[in-house]
T-cell receptor, first 109, second 116 residues
Protein backbone atom coordinates (compact mmCIF):
# COMPACT_ATOMS: atom_id res chain seq x y z
CA UNK A 1 0.00 0.00 0.00
CA UNK A 2 1.14 3.56 -0.77
CA UNK A 3 2.66 5.64 2.00
CA UNK A 4 1.06 8.85 3.16
CA UNK A 5 2.44 12.08 4.55
CA UNK A 6 0.47 14.25 6.96
CA UNK A 7 1.43 17.26 9.07
CA UNK A 8 2.03 16.14 12.66
CA UNK A 9 -0.33 18.70 14.18
CA UNK A 10 -2.87 21.38 13.37
CA UNK A 11 -5.07 23.78 15.28
CA UNK A 12 -8.53 24.93 14.36
CA UNK A 13 -10.96 27.38 15.91
CA UNK A 14 -14.26 25.99 17.10
CA UNK A 15 -16.98 26.52 14.50
CA UNK A 16 -14.55 26.98 11.65
CA UNK A 17 -13.75 24.45 8.94
CA UNK A 18 -10.84 22.13 9.59
CA UNK A 19 -8.90 21.20 6.45
CA UNK A 20 -6.53 18.28 6.94
CA UNK A 21 -4.14 17.56 4.07
CA UNK A 22 -2.61 14.26 3.05
CA UNK A 23 -0.01 13.50 0.41
CA UNK A 24 0.02 10.10 -1.26
CA UNK A 25 2.12 10.65 -4.35
CA UNK A 26 2.76 6.93 -4.95
CA UNK A 27 -0.87 5.89 -4.87
CA UNK A 28 -1.83 3.33 -7.49
CA UNK A 29 -4.99 3.22 -9.55
CA UNK A 30 -6.86 0.69 -7.43
CA UNK A 31 -6.00 2.14 -4.02
CA UNK A 32 -8.64 3.94 -2.02
CA UNK A 33 -8.05 6.87 0.32
CA UNK A 34 -9.47 6.31 3.80
CA UNK A 35 -9.73 8.64 6.74
CA UNK A 36 -10.07 7.49 10.33
CA UNK A 37 -9.74 9.37 13.57
CA UNK A 38 -8.79 8.29 17.06
CA UNK A 39 -9.92 10.11 20.13
CA UNK A 40 -7.69 9.52 23.12
CA UNK A 41 -7.80 5.96 24.50
CA UNK A 42 -10.43 4.80 22.04
CA UNK A 43 -10.39 2.69 18.90
CA UNK A 44 -10.20 4.41 15.50
CA UNK A 45 -13.46 5.70 14.06
CA UNK A 46 -14.20 5.53 10.34
CA UNK A 47 -14.84 8.91 8.76
CA UNK A 48 -14.92 8.61 4.99
CA UNK A 49 -13.21 7.02 2.01
CA UNK A 50 -13.01 7.50 -1.74
CA UNK A 51 -11.30 6.36 -4.90
CA UNK A 52 -11.15 9.38 -7.21
CA UNK A 53 -14.37 11.34 -6.85
CA UNK A 54 -14.98 13.78 -4.04
CA UNK A 55 -17.13 12.32 -1.29
CA UNK A 56 -19.34 13.80 1.39
CA UNK A 57 -21.16 12.27 4.32
CA UNK A 58 -22.64 13.46 7.58
CA UNK A 59 -19.22 13.73 9.19
CA UNK A 60 -16.95 15.22 6.57
CA UNK A 61 -16.02 15.85 2.97
CA UNK A 62 -13.12 14.27 1.12
CA UNK A 63 -11.51 16.17 -1.73
CA UNK A 64 -9.14 14.15 -3.91
CA UNK A 65 -6.99 15.94 -6.49
CA UNK A 66 -7.38 14.99 -10.11
CA UNK A 67 -3.98 13.24 -10.19
CA UNK A 68 -4.93 11.50 -6.89
CA UNK A 69 -1.57 12.35 -5.37
CA UNK A 70 -3.09 14.25 -2.49
CA UNK A 71 -6.36 14.70 -0.66
CA UNK A 72 -7.97 16.91 1.94
CA UNK A 73 -10.38 15.97 4.68
CA UNK A 74 -12.77 18.78 5.55
CA UNK A 75 -14.68 19.01 8.79
CA UNK A 76 -17.07 21.84 7.92
CA UNK A 77 -17.81 23.14 11.42
CA UNK A 78 -15.27 21.81 13.89
CA UNK A 79 -16.33 21.29 17.49
CA UNK A 80 -14.26 20.58 20.58
CA UNK A 81 -15.25 16.92 20.27
CA UNK A 82 -13.43 16.76 16.94
CA UNK A 83 -10.10 17.03 18.74
CA UNK A 84 -8.36 13.77 17.81
CA UNK A 85 -5.59 12.20 15.76
CA UNK A 86 -6.66 11.92 12.12
CA UNK A 87 -5.19 9.18 9.97
CA UNK A 88 -5.06 9.18 6.19
CA UNK A 89 -4.55 5.68 4.79
CA UNK A 90 -4.38 4.39 1.25
CA UNK A 91 -5.03 0.75 0.54
CA UNK A 92 -6.50 -1.69 -1.87
CA UNK A 93 -9.99 -2.59 -0.73
CA UNK A 94 -9.46 -5.98 0.90
CA UNK A 95 -5.97 -5.52 2.26
CA UNK A 96 -5.10 -4.86 5.87
CA UNK A 97 -4.99 -1.28 7.13
CA UNK A 98 -1.68 0.22 8.23
CA UNK A 99 -1.51 3.47 10.11
CA UNK A 100 1.03 6.25 9.80
CA UNK A 101 1.66 8.92 12.39
CA UNK A 102 -1.46 10.94 11.55
CA UNK A 103 -2.30 14.57 12.29
CA UNK A 104 -3.16 15.65 15.81
CA UNK A 105 -6.00 18.14 15.38
CA UNK A 106 -6.73 20.42 18.30
CA UNK A 107 -9.96 22.40 18.14
CA UNK A 108 -9.76 25.47 20.31
CA UNK A 109 -12.64 27.49 21.76
CA UNK B 1 -22.48 1.44 11.15
CA UNK B 2 -21.28 -1.99 12.16
CA UNK B 3 -20.28 -2.56 15.78
CA UNK B 4 -17.19 -4.32 17.06
CA UNK B 5 -17.17 -5.07 20.76
CA UNK B 6 -13.88 -5.58 22.58
CA UNK B 7 -13.58 -6.89 26.12
CA UNK B 8 -12.19 -6.16 28.62
CA UNK B 9 -11.55 -2.45 28.24
CA UNK B 10 -8.87 -2.49 30.90
CA UNK B 11 -6.94 -5.26 32.60
CA UNK B 12 -4.17 -5.30 35.17
CA UNK B 13 -2.26 -8.52 35.70
CA UNK B 14 0.84 -9.85 37.38
CA UNK B 15 3.96 -10.64 35.41
CA UNK B 16 3.94 -14.25 34.18
CA UNK B 17 0.18 -14.61 33.88
CA UNK B 18 -1.84 -14.87 30.67
CA UNK B 19 -4.53 -12.48 29.56
CA UNK B 20 -7.28 -13.08 27.01
CA UNK B 21 -8.87 -10.28 25.02
CA UNK B 22 -12.08 -10.87 23.09
CA UNK B 23 -13.21 -9.15 19.92
CA UNK B 24 -16.77 -9.66 18.69
CA UNK B 25 -18.58 -8.40 15.63
CA UNK B 26 -22.09 -7.74 16.88
CA UNK B 27 -24.16 -7.25 13.76
CA UNK B 28 -22.13 -8.71 10.94
CA UNK B 29 -20.02 -11.72 10.13
CA UNK B 30 -16.30 -10.99 10.11
CA UNK B 31 -14.28 -13.30 7.93
CA UNK B 32 -11.13 -11.36 8.77
CA UNK B 33 -10.07 -9.66 11.96
CA UNK B 34 -6.94 -7.66 12.66
CA UNK B 35 -5.10 -7.09 15.91
CA UNK B 36 -3.12 -3.94 16.61
CA UNK B 37 -0.94 -2.71 19.43
CA UNK B 38 -0.42 0.93 20.33
CA UNK B 39 2.18 2.32 22.72
CA UNK B 40 1.70 5.76 24.30
CA UNK B 41 1.95 8.65 21.83
CA UNK B 42 2.57 6.25 18.94
CA UNK B 43 0.47 5.06 16.06
CA UNK B 44 -1.25 1.71 15.76
CA UNK B 45 0.99 -1.17 14.76
CA UNK B 46 -0.51 -4.17 13.02
CA UNK B 47 0.31 -7.36 14.89
CA UNK B 48 -1.56 -10.06 13.04
CA UNK B 49 -4.36 -10.92 10.67
CA UNK B 50 -6.76 -13.70 11.52
CA UNK B 51 -9.12 -15.42 9.14
CA UNK B 52 -12.00 -17.51 10.43
CA UNK B 53 -11.06 -21.17 10.62
CA UNK B 54 -7.39 -20.78 9.75
CA UNK B 55 -4.13 -19.87 11.42
CA UNK B 56 -3.33 -16.23 11.97
CA UNK B 57 -0.68 -14.44 9.94
CA UNK B 58 1.73 -12.51 12.12
CA UNK B 59 3.70 -9.42 11.22
CA UNK B 60 7.46 -9.56 11.31
CA UNK B 61 8.77 -9.29 14.84
CA UNK B 62 5.55 -10.41 16.54
CA UNK B 63 5.97 -13.67 18.44
CA UNK B 64 3.19 -16.05 17.53
CA UNK B 65 3.76 -18.20 20.63
CA UNK B 66 3.40 -15.20 22.87
CA UNK B 67 0.38 -13.64 21.20
CA UNK B 68 -2.04 -16.48 20.52
CA UNK B 69 -4.88 -15.65 18.20
CA UNK B 70 -7.97 -17.75 17.74
CA UNK B 71 -10.71 -16.94 15.23
CA UNK B 72 -13.02 -19.88 15.71
CA UNK B 73 -16.22 -18.27 14.49
CA UNK B 74 -17.36 -15.52 12.15
CA UNK B 75 -18.15 -13.24 15.09
CA UNK B 76 -15.36 -13.88 17.59
CA UNK B 77 -11.59 -13.59 17.64
CA UNK B 78 -9.46 -13.78 20.76
CA UNK B 79 -5.94 -12.59 21.51
CA UNK B 80 -4.16 -14.23 24.42
CA UNK B 81 -1.02 -12.61 25.75
CA UNK B 82 0.85 -15.49 27.31
CA UNK B 83 3.31 -15.12 30.18
CA UNK B 84 2.84 -11.37 30.14
CA UNK B 85 5.71 -9.09 31.10
CA UNK B 86 5.77 -5.36 31.82
CA UNK B 87 7.00 -4.62 28.31
CA UNK B 88 3.75 -6.13 26.98
CA UNK B 89 1.83 -3.32 28.64
CA UNK B 90 0.08 -1.54 25.80
CA UNK B 91 -3.23 -0.60 24.22
CA UNK B 92 -4.53 -3.51 22.12
CA UNK B 93 -7.15 -2.88 19.45
CA UNK B 94 -9.02 -5.26 17.19
CA UNK B 95 -10.78 -4.55 13.94
CA UNK B 96 -13.05 -6.57 11.74
CA UNK B 97 -14.04 -6.69 8.12
CA UNK B 98 -17.22 -8.10 6.71
CA UNK B 99 -17.11 -10.82 4.14
CA UNK B 100 -14.97 -10.20 1.09
CA UNK B 101 -15.99 -7.23 -0.95
CA UNK B 102 -16.55 -4.77 1.87
CA UNK B 103 -13.86 -2.13 2.09
CA UNK B 104 -14.34 -0.62 5.53
CA UNK B 105 -12.79 -1.86 8.73
CA UNK B 106 -14.60 -1.39 12.02
CA UNK B 107 -12.60 -1.08 15.20
CA UNK B 108 -13.16 -2.14 18.77
CA UNK B 109 -12.77 0.32 21.61
CA UNK B 110 -9.44 -1.15 22.69
CA UNK B 111 -8.02 -2.91 25.75
CA UNK B 112 -5.49 -1.23 28.00
CA UNK B 113 -3.21 -3.94 29.39
CA UNK B 114 -1.00 -3.13 32.36
CA UNK B 115 1.42 -5.82 33.51
CA UNK B 116 2.87 -5.31 36.97
Amino acid sequence: DAKTTQPPSMDCAEGRAANLPCNHSTISGNEYVYWYRQIHSQGPQYIIHGLKNNETNEMASLIITEDRKSSTLILPHATLRDTAVYYCIVRVGNNDMRFGAGTRLTVKP
Amino acid sequence: GAVVSQHPSRVICKSGTSVKIECRSLDFQATTMFWYRQFPKQSLMLMATSNEGSKATYEQGVEKDKFLINHASLTLSTLTVTSAHPEDSSFYICSAREQAGNEKLFFGSGTQLSVL
